[in-house]
Each structure stands twice: as structure tokens, then as C-alpha cells.
């Protein structure tokens, strides 16, 4: 199957900035795939890009096989959606979402027909004649991307589209979006630095760094199974230590750190003396004292979520160490300044260069 985007040794410079570095990637026909990263990373400077906003200093760009070499923005087969929507004010929701009809000259009659479909698709039949001032932030969300898929591209573009909307609304609109993406059977690549959006939406994600993609996987497989330091830091919560690998065995590397000795699973096949960081997830983490690796410090804090609780033990170099616990289990935090332990098992950590 011919990929619906194809990234070849791509590099994007300005002047003597070298924001993407010869990056190569394949984006499946149908697939909702992420890019993930920090501000500056270079993900926004694929996107536009693959859009045709931004030519590249280095390397090709296929969309549906062909080379977009040469060809405008315009021509390509995608649709941007913008951080802001750009959704035309004077405009009623339906003039906007048969906007990019109107300008390729598609009859009245056929624009109002796919017009009325994509109203359906996007729950809003009955908003038609309504001005954008008049809908919520999620539904404006909803009219920009019918605005997008009216056009029939044969991928959407969508940079950071949810980063102005309040917390619960966001989390709305993580299904609201993965939903449209299945019906419509789109490609859809998607750009944020969130976390919670990459995991929960996407089919992959391409986690990013300094120009270059650290890993590229499920949801499942970056988060529990990082293949660096900075994917294990960067991808949810982590508690990190330091130090130098003294022993390795039966798929397990011994590190010798600030806090203690501790072994964790030996996931780049580290040698005795590299430097290394061991990583523990917090929810992975008992403060029961239950485990192979144990850590001793002093309560510092419990943090209540609902249905989990933070808490923050101040180990003995000052850092602080986090469990995450559910249930009522964490009632029995002791107070401010107690003695605590902490303890987790060697196969629920990992060990990655550092």
C-alpha cells in the first residue's frame, strides 16, 4: 500500500538554525498520526511542510506517492487547520464550511448538499445559519474541520487546533476529533505538545526533540516501553535516577545511584560502566516498602486527585521521589516530615543511557 505521506531525509534550515535533521518517516493511508513534542522542536516545520508552506532545504515530500516538489500549498491534496481556526466572522457556519467549494467554482446545488453532510457529521444540522460568535469553542472546533474536510483532501492537517479550549473541553474534543477521523476514514496528522491528546487519539506518534525523532510507536509502546532518556522523561510522569550501571544479568542492569543501589530492565543492552538514568513510573511505585528497590526519605506532600493521590517523599539528596496511589490506600500517608519508603520492582523499571 502506497504510504499517504512520505518524509524523505527531510531537513528544514533558517540561515544557520536547523530546525528539522534528516528526518525519514512513512504516514500510513487512514491513520491519525501525532507528532509530539516541545515548543521549538521542529513539528510545526514538518507540518507546514507537508502543506507546502515551507520548502525543504534537504529531502522530499510525498503525498499519495507523487513528489510535491514544486507544487503550491494550494495544489496539494491536504487541508491545514490553524491554531486559531481562522473562521470567518461575517460568515454564517455554513458559508464557512462551503468556503473552499465556493472558490473552486462547485454548483450551488452540489455545495449545499455536501454542505448539509458535513453539518450531520459534525452534530450541528440545526446551527447552519448561525454566525461563529454564536457557537461554543468546541463547536467552532467542529465547523473548521468540516470546512476542512469539504475540500476532500486526502490528508488533514491540524496544528495544535485544541490548545485555546478549557481542560474539560478539551478532553471532549479528543473523542469528538478521533470519532470524525474513523468515519471519514482521513488521514489526519496531528501536531501538540500534549501528552493526554497524543496518547488517547492517535493510531502512532512520532515523539520529537531538537529537530530529530526520538522514537516513533503506539501510545502503549512510547509510554511504557521509551527508547531514550528523553521519551521517558518527556512522555507522561517519571521518576529518574542517575547513576552508573555496576552489573548486568538476566535482561537487568544493577545502577549504582545518589539514592541507593537499584535494577531496573536492561532495555538498550547497557554495558557495565555506562552512564545511565533508571526510570520508574509513579503509578508503578509503592510506598508499602513491597519491592526489590527500596527508597527512604521523608514525607513531603500528598497531592489529591480524586480518584488517585500524588505523593511526594523528599529523599535523602533532597530530590523528590513520586508515587501515584489509588483508592483510600492513600489515607494512611503519613504526616509532613515521617519517615516513608518507597519501593518498586526491578521488571516495573527501565534502564536507558543517559
Known sequence: MTAAVEIDHLTVQFGLFTAVKDVSLQIRQGEFFSFLGPSGCGKTTILRTISGFQDPSKGIIRIGGQDMQGIGPNQR?????????????????????GYGLRVRGVPKADRDRKVDELLNLIALSDQGNKKIEELSGGQKQRVAIARALAVEPKVLLLDEPLSALDLKLRQHMRNELRAI????????IYITHDQGEALTMSDRIAVMNRGHIEQVGNGRDV????????VAAF??????FTGMVTRVADGLATVETALGTFNGVNRKSLAVGAKATLFVRPELMRFDGEGENIIDGHAADAAYEGITTHLTMKAKDSSSVVATIAGATAKAFPESGSSVRFAFTSRDATVLPA
Open 77 to 97: 491534496p491536504t487541508a491545514l487547520i490553524f491554531q486559531n481556526l481562522a473562521l470567518f466572522p461575517l460568515m454564517t457556519v455554513a458559508e464557512n464550511i
Open 181 to 188: 477521523q474513523r468515519r471519514v476514514g482521513v488521514t489526519f
Open 223 to 230: 509510554y511504557e516501553n521509551p527508547e531514550t532518556a528523553f
Open 235 to 240: 512522555v507522561g510522569e517519571n521518576n529518574g
